[in-house]
Each structure stands twice: as structure tokens, then as C-alpha cells.
């Protein structure tokens, strides 16, 4: 509970618009633990690691890929929007599929993703994201993770 107050004053802290002297970053890497469930009765702890490029000069747009483990497994690309470039807190809307692996399936997966990025300095940003998939004409994978991602 400590932790989740921590951030939402974090969160609020930030939210006006960024520093002046923060400079576009094309790269970010990005460390989210995770809560995972591929089924509904199935949840599991998860944990992703995302790579994130910028398409335009700003950094709004970005295409992403990432590696997903839990009582699966996931590898995914797919595209990003931060939808306010100049603000300290903003939500974040992307799309994208990937391979998925679990004990029932082995085959192609489709999601999309909600969340919110928190500038903390100009090259550390904190992910706070859900995610809902499907796959084989069923509900999941689903992921909730709360990260940490350097930019570079």
C-alpha cells in the first residue's frame, strides 16, 4: 500500500508539463514487473522487457517490442502513442500481436495496450500499463505491470 501511494504522489507531483532542457530520447528500455494471466483462472507474477524506438522527432509515436514471461510466454512488436509529447504525465494507447507460447496453444496473439508515463528525470520514466489480448479465439494473455524505463 506504501508503495502505491508513493507513486500516486509521484504521479501528481508531475503532472504539469516537462523541464525545458529535456531533450527527445529516440531509445527506451523498460523493466515492468507484472501480474499475468493468460486464462481466467490462471493469474501469475510476469515480467516484460520492452524496447521502444521513436518514429517521429518528438517521441510520441513509437514502435515497440518486447519479451513477456509468466505462466507463458510472449514475444510481441507493436505501436505506441504517448498522446501528450510535452507533458510530465501522460497516457499512453498501443497496439500490436506477437508469438505466444502456454501449455494449451503455440500460435500468433493480438492486444492492446492502456496506461500512463511518468517523466521522473530526463532520461527515467515510470510505465504504469494494462494490457488485454486474445489469441485462438480466446480472452488473453492480459498483463497489469508497473515499470521503470531508461531512455537513451
Known sequence: ????????????????????????????????????????????????????????RGGRLRAQAGLTLSSYGALDVGIEVRLCRSC?????????????SEDEY?????????GLEA????????RATVQAGTHDGQAGPHLAALGLGWRF
Do not use: K, N, Q, Y
Request: charged letters at 15%.
Open 1 to 56: 500500500m506504501r508503495v502505491a501511494w508513493v507513486v500516486a504522489v509521484a504521479l501528481a507531483a508531475g503532472a504539469g508539463t516537462a523541464a525545458a532542457d529535456e531533450v527527445p530520447r529516440t531509445w527506451t528500455l523498460a523493466v515492468e514487473p507484472a501480474w499475468g494471466r493468460i486464462h481466467d483462472d490462471d493469474g501469475a507474477a510476469a515480467g516484460s522487457l520492452r524496447v521502444f524506438r521513436a518514429l517521429d
Open 88 to 100: 510530465r504525465v501522460a497516457p499512453v494507447l498501443g497496439v500490436g500481436g506477437g508469438l505466444l
Open 106 to 114: 503455440g500460435g500468433t496473439f493480438a492486444r492492446a495496450t492502456a
Open 119 to 126: 517523466v521522473l528525470a530526463p532520461r527515467l520514466v515510470l
